[in-house]
């Protein structure tokens, strides 16, 4: 974390036993290579403020033991993934500032015990938000500010008895 690595992200770096990997706030550059999915026991990977591109690798849904997933303020682009919902421990999800496009997948509802924290600002997300995210009932925050969501709130968000987060603002909502 925070120092002056450049380049990309070599793939050996995930054949180790690794427990977390803190890369944050460097000037790595680059894909997230599909290789990412061999960190199996990684419990917090914290990728974000680098200059990291392309699209997130479905290989991210290998990651059954994270808990942190930080990829906020690179340059990538794509969906997310629907392998997303395979991370049956994620409680924090930041994909914030980059050039994600899509919708947010509906496969998230898959995380309605553990998920505290979805946040996808300044992207160019679109779509519904699906009501799968509101039965999320751990969330404590929902960012889905300046991006191009369409469509009403459901009434569902009333479910989120722990939610004290809920920036939707600049999008396209209606009703």
Not at 9 to 28: G, H, V
Request: overall charge negative; aromatic content about 8%.
């Amino acid at each position: 974390s925070k120092n002056a690595l450049s380049g990309s992200i070599p793939d050996s770096l995930f054949e180790l036993p690794l427990k977390r990997l803190y890369l944050e706030e460097n000037a790595l550059t680059g894909t997230i290579s599909t290789a990412i999915g061999r960190l199996s026991s990684v419990d917090r990977l914290v990728l974000h403020r680098n200059s990291l591109r392309g699209s997130i690798p479905s290989s991210i849904g290998d990651l059954r033991n994270v808990t942190f997933l930080f990829l906020e303020d690179n340059f990538l682009t794509g969906p997310i993934p629907t392998t997303i919902g395979k991370l049956e421990q994620l409680q924090l999800l930041r994909f914030g500032n980059n050039e994600l496009r899509g919708s947010i997948p509906s496969e998230i509802g898959r995380l309605k015990n553990v998920l505290n924290e979805f946040s996808v600002p300044r992207n160019q997300m679109s779509g519904s938000v699906p009501d799968e995210l509101y039965e999320c009932t751990e969330l404590t925050l929902i960012e889905l500010f300046l991006n191009r969501f369409i469509g009403t709130i459901s009434t569902e968000v009333g479910n989120l008895a722990k939610l004290w987060g809920f920036h939707i603002d600049d999008n396209l909502f209606h009703g």
